[in-house]
């Protein structure tokens, strides 16, 4: 076991939060029943461990004295219980019971807001009684506390229910399906906010992102992902859009000016206006089209992204970024034009191929280095399944979790560097860690090398001219080649001389003049900073040390 690596701590499968009467327990039941896990309800275990019941211990010891054994009991059950957990009413309002949720959403908890009609809420929390808070006008009183605990709810919970008019077993369903899917907001001061919701079965709000304005989709896809397309296409019809469907070349050939111009010109032959909007489906070439082509149509059209590729899901598809190649090199022309929406469907990965999906893998390896720790552990325990993933038979495994965390993770480090540097003039940098080296790579081999494998031996590469600096040791250097290693990534290369490396290396799009510029890690994952122009002989002498 590495040094890098952090136990993974047991937690409950969903933490349920609302107001008195939304429902907390008879719905955190049903959602423990339909899932076999355990249920357990925070005022029940207090009761059992007090030795009385709720209203008899508020009436000998007080408020004060109840918030303080419920503090500690729900710290103890968020460390240590696996099943679905109810809390009482008013207990996100401790502080302490604030500071413990966050951990455990950092952890990757679901705390979700049972949010009930009032009316339907006040009612069904006036039934049987035992609910001393309420005591005296118990709607005034129920108003009151709503009034005060909605924002604190809001804010504590990482999953947000609506339940009005749902019966205790479809609010249990939905819970079900709101937990499994998994949402990042990418937000900034430059950015129209967009949301990246990723899980099985999230093309399905493809008509809810689009809104109600479009009446012409473009959906640009390419032939491999024909069966993703085709569902796209049937929703798209469903919610009353008319669909023209554009077929583009698969991989990098889609991403040429002779694909858009086609694009422009049958957009223009059919009419589409600055209303309409366009749907990107596909691997990261094909979402870099479409992005690029909803940038430039009546110079800016609503799109959204449903990437199919591990690599489109984490890194292609957010961010902004859209563009096409020219003979001179890769993402030459483009343009810095935000989503409405990004759908990281996990059913679209049944069909990725195992290798493409693996390229993926350096992308979110990266994001564990320079952001989130967390990543590294994980996918340091996966390593096995990641490697040997399957997309048809990987649909309800453990692995598919496995995956959307580290999906959501590394979209989450995607949008924290993005969204106070859109326009990559520092921070947003950090997210190419690796890809000095990589780019060259890439170039080198004809892009007959995939990206994420060329980044991942970049990495090794800046680790290495790294240590030989003196940020990192050498066990974090020896860390790289081996979690990258195990995860079936490359991490050395001898396809080209050095002088040709440092060529491509100075035109790099961080080099600043005749400068090198490199980003490393100093001291440890997590800790970037920015290396300008460092001497000639550890840039050679990194290079010997990737090369075998
Ligand atoms: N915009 C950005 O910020 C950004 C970031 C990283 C990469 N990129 C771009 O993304 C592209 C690389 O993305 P990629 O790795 O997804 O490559 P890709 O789009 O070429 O897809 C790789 C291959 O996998 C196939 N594929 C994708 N999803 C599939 C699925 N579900 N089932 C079956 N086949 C599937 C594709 O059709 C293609 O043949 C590059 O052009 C790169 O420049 C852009
Ligand atoms: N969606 C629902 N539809 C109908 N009755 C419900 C629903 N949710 C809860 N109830 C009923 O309302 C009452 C209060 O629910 P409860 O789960 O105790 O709320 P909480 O734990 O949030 O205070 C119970 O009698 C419960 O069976
Ligand atoms: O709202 C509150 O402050 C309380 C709600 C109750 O739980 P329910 O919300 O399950 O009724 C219970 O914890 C206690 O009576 C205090």
């Given at each position: 076991m590495n040094a890098y690596k952090s136990r993974r701590a047991r937690r409950p499968h969903a933490v349920i939060i609302g107001m008195m009467?939304?429902?907390?327990t008879r719905v955190g039941k049903e959602v423990a029943h339909m899932i076999h896990v355990p249920f357990a309800d925070a005022d029940l275990e207090i009761e059992r461990e007090v030795g009385m019941k709720i209203p008899q211990y508020f009436e000998r010891y007080g408020e004060p004295a109840f918030r303080r054994v419920e503090a500690d009991l729900i710290a103890d059950f968020l460390e240590d219980f696996e099943g679905v957990f109810s809390l009482g009413g008013g207990a996100p309002m401790t502080p302490s019971t604030q500071d413990a949720l966050a951990d455990y959403i950092a952890r990757g908890g679901r705390v979700v807001y049972l949010d009930a009609d009032p009316a339907e809420a006040m009612e069904r929390a006036n039934r049987g009684g035992g609910r001393?808070?309420?005591?005296?006008?118990a709607n005034a009183r129920w108003k009151k506390l709503f009034k005060e605990r909605d924002p604190v709810f809001r804010r504590v919970a990482n999953v947000h229910v609506h339940t009005r008019g749902l019966t205790p077993q479809g609010a249990a369903k939905k819970v079900i399906d709101m937990v499994a899917q998994r949402t990042v907001h990418v937000t900034g001061a430059t950015i129209e906010p967009y949301d990246v919701a990723i899980g099985e079965g999230t093309m399905g709000h493809l008509v809810e992102v689009l809104g109600p304005k479009p009446h012409k989709i473009a959906l640009i896809h390419t032939q491999p992902v024909q069966r993703h397309s085709d569902r796209a296409r049937a929703l798209l019809r469903q919610g009353g859009y008319e669909v023209s469907e554009i077929l583009i070349p698969d991989a990098e050939p889609g991403k040429t000016i002779n694909v858009a111009n086609g694009i422009w010109e049958r957009l223009g032959e059919e009419g589409f206006t600055r209303s309409d909007a366009v749907v990107g489906v596909g691997g990261g070439a094909a979402t870099d089209l479409a992005g690029f082509v909803a940038a430039t149509w009546m110079r800016g059209v609503r799109y959204v992204n449903c990437p199919t590729s591990l690599l489109a899901m984490v890194?292609?598809?957010?961010?902004g970024k859209t563009g096409i190649n020219t003979p001179q090199g890769k993402n030459l022309v483009g343009s810095f034009y935000t989503p409405a929406g990004v759908l990281a469907d996990m059913r679209a990965l049944v069909t990725l191929p195992n290798d493409i999906f693996i390229e993926g893998l350096g992308e979110v390896a990266k994001s564990g280095f320079i952001r989130d720790s967390e990543i590294l552990s994980i996918l340091e325990s996966h390593a096995d399944e990641l490697r040997g993933?399957?997309?048809?038979?990987?649909?309800?495994?453990p692995l598919e979790d496995v995956v959307a965390e580290l999906i959501e993770r590394t979209v989450t480090v995607k949008a924290y560097h993005v969204s106070s540097d859109l326009k990559e003039k520092?921070?947003?940098?950090?997210?190419?860690?690796?890809?000095t080296l990589g780019h060259a790579i890439e170039k080198l081999e004809h892009f007959r090398w995939r990206h994420g494998n060329a980044v991942a031996v970049g990495m090794v590469y800046a680790a290495e001219l790294a240590h030989i600096l003196g940020y990192i040791d050498q066990n974090l250097v020896d860390y790289h080649r081996s979690l990258l290693g195990s995860l079936?990534?490359?991490?050395?290369?001898?396809?080209?001389?050095f002088d040709e490396v440092l060529a491509l290396m100075h035109r790099d799009k961080k080099a600043r003049g005749n400068m090198l510029r490199f980003v490393v890690l100093d001291g440890g994952p997590g800790h970037m900073v920015h290396l300008d122009n460092p001497p000639a002989d550890a840039v050679e002498e990194a290079f010997r040390r990737i090369q075998q």
């Amino acid at each position: 076991m590495n040094a890098y690596k952090s136990r993974r701590a047991r937690r409950p499968h969903a933490v349920i939060i609302g107001m008195m009467g939304a429902g907390k327990t008879r719905v955190g039941k049903e959602v423990a029943h339909m899932i076999h896990v355990p249920f357990a309800d925070a005022d029940l275990e207090i009761e059992r461990e007090v030795g009385m019941k709720i209203p008899q211990y508020f009436e000998r010891y007080g408020e004060p004295a109840f918030r303080r054994v419920e503090a500690d009991l729900i710290a103890d059950f968020l460390e240590d219980f696996e099943g679905v957990f109810s809390l009482g009413g008013g207990a996100p309002m401790t502080p302490s019971t604030q500071d413990a949720l966050a951990d455990y959403i950092a952890r990757g908890g679901r705390v979700v807001y049972l949010d009930a009609d009032p009316a339907e809420a006040m009612e069904r929390a006036n039934r049987g009684g035992g609910r001393p808070m309420l005591n005296g006008d118990a709607n005034a009183r129920w108003k009151k506390l709503f009034k005060e605990r909605d924002p604190v709810f809001r804010r504590v919970a990482n999953v947000h229910v609506h339940t009005r008019g749902l019966t205790p077993q479809g609010a249990a369903k939905k819970v079900i399906d709101m937990v499994a899917q998994r949402t990042v907001h990418v937000t900034g001061a430059t950015i129209e906010p967009y949301d990246v919701a990723i899980g099985e079965g999230t093309m399905g709000h493809l008509v809810e992102v689009l809104g109600p304005k479009p009446h012409k989709i473009a959906l640009i896809h390419t032939q491999p992902v024909q069966r993703h397309s085709d569902r796209a296409r049937a929703l798209l019809r469903q919610g009353g859009y008319e669909v023209s469907e554009i077929l583009i070349p698969d991989a990098e050939p889609g991403k040429t000016i002779n694909v858009a111009n086609g694009i422009w010109e049958r957009l223009g032959e059919e009419g589409f206006t600055r209303s309409d909007a366009v749907v990107g489906v596909g691997g990261g070439a094909a979402t870099d089209l479409a992005g690029f082509v909803a940038a430039t149509w009546m110079r800016g059209v609503r799109y959204v992204n449903c990437p199919t590729s591990l690599l489109a899901m984490v890194d292609a598809s957010t961010g902004g970024k859209t563009g096409i190649n020219t003979p001179q090199g890769k993402n030459l022309v483009g343009s810095f034009y935000t989503p409405a929406g990004v759908l990281a469907d996990m059913r679209a990965l049944v069909t990725l191929p195992n290798d493409i999906f693996i390229e993926g893998l350096g992308e979110v390896a990266k994001s564990g280095f320079i952001r989130d720790s967390e990543i590294l552990s994980i996918l340091e325990s996966h390593a096995d399944e990641l490697r040997g993933f399957d997309g048809s038979s990987f649909l309800g495994t453990p692995l598919e979790d496995v995956v959307a965390e580290l999906i959501e993770r590394t979209v989450t480090v995607k949008a924290y560097h993005v969204s106070s540097d859109l326009k990559e003039k520092g921070l947003r940098e950090f997210l190419n860690y690796g890809h000095t080296l990589g780019h060259a790579i890439e170039k080198l081999e004809h892009f007959r090398w995939r990206h994420g494998n060329a980044v991942a031996v970049g990495m090794v590469y800046a680790a290495e001219l790294a240590h030989i600096l003196g940020y990192i040791d050498q066990n974090l250097v020896d860390y790289h080649r081996s979690l990258l290693g195990s995860l079936g990534l490359p991490t050395s290369w001898n396809g080209g001389s050095f002088d040709e490396v440092l060529a491509l290396m100075h035109r790099d799009k961080k080099a600043r003049g005749n400068m090198l510029r490199f980003v490393v890690l100093d001291g440890g994952p997590g800790h970037m900073v920015h290396l300008d122009n460092p001497p000639a002989d550890a840039v050679e002498e990194a290079f010997r040390r990737i090369q075998q």
